[in-house]
């Protein structure tokens, strides 16, 4: 059998990996985890996506298609990561698979930042995904895969990134300690770090518009690929670690950034 007709056959098998399976993907109206919805219901997974906003979570469900069950959600807030449990609980819903995608990036010099985008920052980014995972666990079919969104900020230097991005090495570390402590009622967390991707929140890091090109450039010149990733190409990752095919990968951390941080 040819290189060909074994990668076709591969991709044959691996179409339909989610099938009979439900995925909950947190900030799931835009960007990366819309991508990754849209992948998990085009592998036949049932989706249920949260959001702040009831329009763009109906726009998202009709663009993802299939079987969708939008919740509004905000993940910096405590009392909605138990809302969100309850829910799930409600309507008699197990998930076999969770990618904890929503957060903010914000970024701010030491001079300018303010106790206010502290907050802001690890409210959404920590406490958010923290709580969503303890109001989840009991939602979870004993094998569900559970995926945290990182960041490559957590191992760079970038400037005025200092708040984002230790939030996200809190998240990382979270994700470590938290894997070892679900392993024994069978569920696996890892991290998908991406680095420069072209999503919409690049037009939420709170920079005017000659600021971001400027740093947009920047960032462009320390890819080796020589470009910014996509949102599909995070996504793709994400259902790998989602899917029975990493059943032996626990804890870890799979880096997205076209080498930047490793080359």
Do not use: C
């Not at 138990?82 to 698979?97: H, I, M, N, P, S």
């Not at 990036?105 to 923290?130: C, H, I, M, R, Y």
């Not at 971001?212 to 960032?219: V, Y």
């Amino acid at each position: 059998m040819s290189n060909t007709t074994n990668t076709a056959a591969a991709t044959a098998h691996n179409a339909r990996r989610f099938v009979g399976k439900t995925a909950l993907v947190t900030g799931g109206s835009s960007g990366i985890g819309l991508a990754a919805a849209q992948a998990f219901a085009a592998e036949g997974a049932r989706v249920i996506i949260t959001g702040r906003d009831e329009a763009a979570l109906a726009a998202a469900a009709t663009a993802i298609g299939g079987e969708v069950i939008t919740l509004r959600n905000d993940a910096g807030k405590i009392e909605d990561a138990q809302a969100l449990g309850q829910t799930l609980r409600e309507r008699d819903l197990f998930v076999d698979a969770v990618f904890l995608n929503a957060g903010v990036a914000k970024f701010a010099g030491l001079a300018d930042a303010t106790e206010s985008l502290w907050d802001q920052t690890f409210d959404t980014n920590v406490k958010g995904p923290f709580f969503q995972l303890q109001a989840l666990l009991p939602q979870l079919r004993r094998g569900a895969s559970v995926v945290i969104n990182g960041s490559i900020n957590a191992r760079i230097g970038m400037p005025n990134s200092s708040i984002y991005a230790a939030s996200k090495a809190a998240l990382i570390s979270m994700a470590k300690t938290l894997s070892a402590e679900l392993l024994p009622v069978g569920v696996r967390v890892n991290v998908v770090s991406p680095g420069p991707i072209q999503t919409p929140l690049y037009g939420k890091l709170g920079m005017d518009a000659a600021t971001l090109d400027a740093t947009a450039a920047a960032i462009l010149g320390q890819i080796p690929l020589g470009r910014f990733g996509t949102s599909e190409e995070v996504a793709s990752t994400v259902l790998h670690l989602a899917a029975a095919e990493s059943a032996f990968i626990v804890g870890t951390e799979i880096i997205v950034d076209g080498g930047m941080s490793q080359l």
